[in-house]
């Protein structure tokens, strides 16, 4: 699958909105923010904001605004704002005395137009809850990085800066994180799947 | 996005599930966020630079959090915190105010009972008012409504970094301290590299006229940072509340058993 992001000039590119936005520029801020808010919304959802996500992702790209004197102007931007929401998120639960999971669950409804992808056809609707709920078990840290490695598609170097570990840990917890899945999901689906 | 996974069926089944949970449509935030933004540089910040400092006389942006100034963070006192001022201890701080050579920084570490009275700050020296004036490159402000201080001091290196005007009880003054202190200003260039680091702080916006300035109500933790950037923890002390302000390039900061008002008062005699 392809994508173009060369859709005409009008559209700034990440680096020269940044380096605008450093300027005091809110309309090349205001750009960032229109693209990111998505995957900082879904971000912030699924590391557990729960109803906080929007304030999450306000107060987030504030900061990053805030921080962009100290924002290596080479980098890449979208991981380094993820990474705020990432920490914003989790400091809800630490400012609430909460350890709260993370909110994973399935869409109530299918979109007919993913329902359409073949690939997607392939994986029925039992063996996605049975795959979520063996996710649900996981340990918390297993979820995180699961979570950034898989359902918000990071790589693996992206994933250890958005939560703030070390590559080498991000690798490691994730192959034991897969082989735990594994192990649950080779378990008859009868005796583990939730009611649902 | 994300590298090629290894093609095992497992992995691909994550990111298909991935695409299935239950995301509620994105926020719209863009308008929220340009009003906090531009809200903040009005109330007297500045646009990131891009040297990550600012040039001379622009100060730094005033706040980084506008929430911080509301979080009402509990007033900790947090000692641990400057025996190990490693930098994940400096990570840990979750939010920094930083204003003209000063940061607060909101800290929720362990408390610890910290020292009071007043460590000397590096190469502290004791010397005339014209002295100080003659040796530090900035402008020594002097109230008109405390009168002549008591004891002039200079500290870190020449030109002096810091320059303290101590003020002993007296008619017109709040209380001295177990010290024997009053009132104590530190100034210094407003546009160094911070000089003080506070903890634990709760802060309060209080412009001087125009000028800009910060009212710490409550006691709290004040460090040192010396030229390198180190922290002195020898000078690390309990500051009483305090009103920060800056006059053109100089800032002042005042600590003393003062009101709110009477250390406006006290300020706005400094102001041209």
Redesign the interface.
């Known amino acids: 699958m392809w994508r173009s992001h060369a859709a005409g000039g009008a559209r700034t590119d990440d680096a020269t909105a940044v380096?605008r936005?450093?300027?005091?520029d809110?309309d090349a801020?205001?750009e960032l923010?229109?693209r990111y808010?998505?995957a900082a919304?879904?971000t912030a959802?699924?590391l557990g904001a729960g109803d906080d996500?929007?304030d999450v992702?306000?107060?987030a790209?504030?900061?990053a605004?805030?921080?962009?004197?100290?924002f290596r102007?080479d980098a890449p931007f979208r991981p380094w704002l993820l990474q705020i929401v990432a920490n914003e998120a989790m400091?809800l639960h630490r400012g609430r005395r909460r350890r709260a999971g993370l909110q994973?669950?399935?869409?109530?409804y299918?979109d007919p137009a993913?329902a359409a992808d073949p690939?997607?056809e392939a994986?029925g609707d039992d063996?996605?809850r049975a795959?979520?709920h063996a996710?649900r078990q996981l340990a918390r840290k297993d979820q995180l990085v699961?979570t950034c490695?898989?359902?918000?598609?990071?790589?693996?170097a992206e994933t250890a800066q958005v939560l703030g570990w070390p590559a080498g840990s991000v690798k490691s917890r994730l192959s034991r994180a897969?082989g735990r899945?594994?192990e649950r999901?080779a378990v008859p689906l009868g005796e583990e799947v939730p009611g649902a | 996005m994300p590298e090629r996974l290894t093609g095992d069926q497992l992995e691909r089944e994550l990111v298909e599930l991935g695409k299935r949970l239950d995301v509620p449509a994105p926020p719209q935030v863009a308008a929220a966020v340009r009003q906090r933004i531009a809200s903040q540089i009005e109330a007297g910040g500045t646009p990131p630079m891009p040297s990550g400092r600012p040039g001379p006389g622009q100060p730094r942006a005033w706040w980084r959090n506008p929430r911080l100034l509301q979080a009402a963070a509990a007033v900790l006192l947090v000692f641990a915190a400057l025996l190990a001022l490693s930098p994940q201890v400096r990570a840990a701080v979750r939010d920094v105010l930083r204003f003209a050579g000063i940061e607060i920084h909101e800290e929720s570490a362990p408390v610890r009972p910290t020292p009071t009275g007043y460590p000397a700050l590096p190469g502290e020296r004791i010397v005339t008012l014209a002295e100080a004036q003659a040796q530090a490159d900035f402008a020594i402000r002097v109230p008109a409504g405390l009168g002549t201080p008591d004891e002039v001091r200079v500290a870190d290196g020449e030109p002096p970094r810091v320059v303290s005007l101590i003020y002993r009880a007296g008619p017109g003054r709040p209380a001295a301290d177990s010290s024997g202190i009053a009132i104590r200003i530190d100034e210094f260039a407003g546009t160094l590299s911070p000089v003080y680091e506070k903890y634990g702080a709760e802060v309060v916006r209080t412009p001087i006229d125009s000028s800009p300035g910060i009212w710490v109500p409550r006691p709290h933790v004040l460090l040192y940072v010396d030229r390198s950037g180190s922290f002195r923890e020898e000078a690390a002390r309990m500051s009483a509340q305090t009103l920060i302000w800056q006059v053109g390039a100089t800032t002042l900061r005042m600590e003393g058993d003062f009101t709110k008002d009477e250390a406006i008062g006290i300020a706005r005699s400094t102001l041209p």
């Open positions: 380096a936005a450093r300027e005091g809110l801020y205001g923010v229109g808010t998505a919304h879904r959802v699924l996500a929007e992702v306000q107060e790209f504030v900061k605004f805030n921080g962009l004197a100290s102007a400091n994973l669950r399935l869409a109530a299918d993913r690939a997607e994986i063996r996605r795959l979520l996710v699961i490695r898989y359902f918000l598609e990071l790589s693996e897969l899945l594994r999901l």
